[in-house]
């Protein structure tokens, strides 16, 4: 008997020593510079003062829907909050695997939740997620490549016309390209050509339409530009730091972790433009409460601390460079300024005032519409090196056979 109240005790003490502890587990802030700085600048805080302990960690969004299917056929919810990406958020939703947060958030009259991306994470005008991490896509170059920049040519406002000069003439006088994108199958190939096929008015991802055909054209014409290896990046980060590749148009926090990797090294610019403006793909994650969860009242703290508009700004800068998509958010960067903020502006830059598209919930499966892209690039383009508008319609007839 004395044991067992002896054992009733310490349970008790390193409860309340301990508190609960919050599972957490995220697509976002893989890389482990991010992973590092959200665990140790972001989350820590929040333990301390909700004497709780947060067990973080990532997966890709993949593996995420397959441990929640797995977690809610056994009825053993172990993870209590995720962090998805917009293209995954409908499956979340559909599978009913997530709560409705639409009375919860709205009691938060602190945060507006910005235009765009707002819109990506509510369905049927309820929220199941809350944005967070929001990107648009950046220029990068080494300063090595400045030597060949073509004469009057000013690279904070460059056009894809003067981009594909440029690195045509790059390749000419190195022997080789130096461009990069990523050439694995499914990764951002169709985000990197999607803003290219926006600035020139295209209904992205269709390629049925003149502003794409116009794209594909102009792509079609620095096919020796691409960097020799390009068909093995599956992230241009690494052939970009070694010098590999020296030219790159990137989402903006992997632009951002470049840049701070040796900001002597780099130049930095929004995306290129074309006839209708700047072009980019925009896109953002979402916090959501996992449905069942045993610990639903620490989750919502959780939740609305993270998307308090200084926490969004200071995980926005401490992760490379992703838009806080908190208007309020927004407006604190004006006030408070480092360097590495340049990334930050030149993403709102775009946000602001680009071509913009987001990544809606309208296909059955978009990882074959990605595809689509990469295969257009590795025939087309890289094989054939030519323009080629009667393949592009045929390749259209496969985007529109994944159209919900």
Same mark, same amino acid.
């Given at each position: 008997?004395?044991?067992?109240?002896?054992?009733?005790?310490?349970?008790?003490?390193?409860?309340?020593?301990?508190?609960?502890?919050? $599972?957490?587990?995220? &697509?976002?802030?893989?890389?482990?510079?991010?992973?590092?700085?959200?665990?140790?600048?972001?989350?820590?805080?929040?333990?301390?003062?909700?004497?709780?302990? $947060?067990?973080?960690?990532?997966?890709? =969004?993949?593996?995420?829907?397959?441990?929640?299917?797995? #977690?809610?056929?056994?009825?053993?919810?172990?993870?209590?909050?995720?962090? /998805?990406?917009?293209?995954?958020?409908?499956?979340? $939703?559909?599978?009913?695997?997530?709560?409705?947060?639409?009375?919860?958030?709205?009691?938060?009259?602190?945060?507006?939740?910005?235009?765009?991306?707002?819109?990506?994470?509510?369905?049927?005008?309820?929220?199941?997620? *809350?944005?967070?991490? !929001?990107?648009?896509?950046?220029?990068?170059?080494?300063?090595? %490549?400045?030597?060949?920049?073509?004469?009057?040519? =000013?690279?904070?406002?460059?056009?894809?016309?003067?981009?594909?000069?440029?690195?045509?003439?790059? /390749?000419?006088?190195? @022997?080789?390209?130096?461009?990069?994108?990523?050439?694995?199958?499914?990764?951002?190939?169709?985000? #990197?050509?999607?803003?290219?096929?926006?600035?020139?008015? !295209?209904?992205?991802?269709?390629?049925?339409?003149?502003?794409?055909?116009?794209?594909?054209? *102009?792509?079609?014409?620095?096919?020796?530009?691409?960097?020799?290896?390009?068909?093995?990046?599956?992230?241009? &980060?690494?052939?970009?730091?070694? @010098?590999?590749?020296?030219?790159?148009? /990137?989402?903006?926090? &992997?632009?951002?972790?470049?840049?701070?990797?040796?900001?002597?090294?780099?130049?930095?610019?929004? %995306?290129?433009?074309?006839?209708?403006?700047?072009?980019?793909?925009? @896109?953002?994650?979402?916090? %959501?409460?996992?449905?069942?969860?045993?610990?639903?009242?620490?989750?919502?703290?959780?939740?609305?601390?993270?998307?308090?508009?200084?926490?969004?700004?200071? !995980?926005?800068?401490?992760?490379? @460079?992703?838009?806080?998509?908190?208007?309020?958010? +927004?407006?604190?960067?004006?006030? =408070?300024?480092?360097?590495? =903020?340049?990334?930050?502006?030149? /993403?709102?830059?775009?946000?602001?005032?680009?071509?913009?598209?987001?990544?809606?919930?309208?296909?059955?499966?978009?990882? #074959?519409?990605?595809?689509?892209?990469?295969?257009?690039?590795?025939?087309? +383009?890289?094989?054939?090196?030519?323009?080629?508008?009667?393949?592009?319609?045929?390749?259209?007839? &496969?985007?529109?056979?994944?159209?919900?």
């Amino acid at each position: 008997m004395k044991k067992t109240l002896f054992f009733v005790v310490l349970v008790l003490v390193a409860a309340c020593l301990f508190g609960e502890t919050l $599972v957490v587990t995220s &697509r976002l802030w893989s890389a482990p510079s991010e992973k590092e700085f959200i665990i140790n600048e972001i989350i820590k805080p929040f333990e301390e003062a909700n004497n709780c302990t $947060v067990k973080f960690s990532t997966l890709d =969004d993949e593996k995420l829907l397959d441990q929640a299917e797995l #977690q809610q056929k056994t009825g053993n919810i172990t993870t209590d909050v995720i962090v /998805a990406y917009a293209s995954n958020m409908p499956d979340w $939703v559909e599978n009913d695997y997530v709560m409705d947060l639409t009375e919860i958030a709205s009691k938060w009259n602190d945060r507006t939740f910005s235009k765009g991306y707002d819109e990506m994470t509510v369905f049927d005008g309820k929220r199941y997620f *809350l944005p967070v991490g !929001a990107d648009v896509y950046l220029f990068i170059a080494n300063k090595k %490549a400045l030597q060949y920049l073509p004469e009057g040519v =000013d690279v904070q406002n460059l056009t894809w016309e003067e981009v594909v000069d440029w690195a045509n003439a790059i /390749a000419i006088m190195e @022997g080789e390209g130096k461009y990069a994108v990523t050439g694995v199958p499914m990764k951002s190939l169709i985000y #990197q050509y999607g803003g290219v096929c926006l600035s020139y008015g !295209a209904d992205w991802p269709n390629l049925d339409n003149p502003g794409a055909m116009a794209a594909f054209y *102009l792509m079609s014409k620095m096919a020796d530009a691409y960097t020799p290896t390009v068909l093995t990046y599956d992230d241009v &980060r690494p052939p970009m730091k070694t @010098g590999e590749a020296w030219m790159a148009t /990137a989402h903006c926090a &992997r632009v951002g972790e470049i840049y701070k990797n040796d900001p002597t090294n780099y130049v930095v610019a929004p %995306a290129p433009a074309g006839p209708a403006g700047i072009g980019s793909i925009a @896109g953002t994650s979402g916090f %959501a409460i996992v449905k069942g969860t045993k610990h639903e009242e620490l989750a919502v703290k959780f939740v609305e601390y993270m998307t308090r508009p200084e926490i969004m700004l200071k !995980a926005s800068k401490g992760t490379g @460079g992703f838009i806080p998509p908190v208007d309020e958010a +927004i407006d604190l960067l004006e006030t =408070d300024k480092d360097e590495q =903020d340049m990334i930050i502006e030149m /993403a709102i830059k775009v946000m602001q005032e680009g071509v913009l598209s987001y990544i809606a919930p309208t296909w059955t499966d978009w990882g #074959q519409v990605k595809l689509v892209y990469d295969d257009i690039f590795k025939e087309m +383009i890289l094989n054939l090196k030519t323009f080629d508008p009667g393949y592009l319609e045929i390749m259209q007839l &496969r985007i529109d056979s994944l159209k919900k």
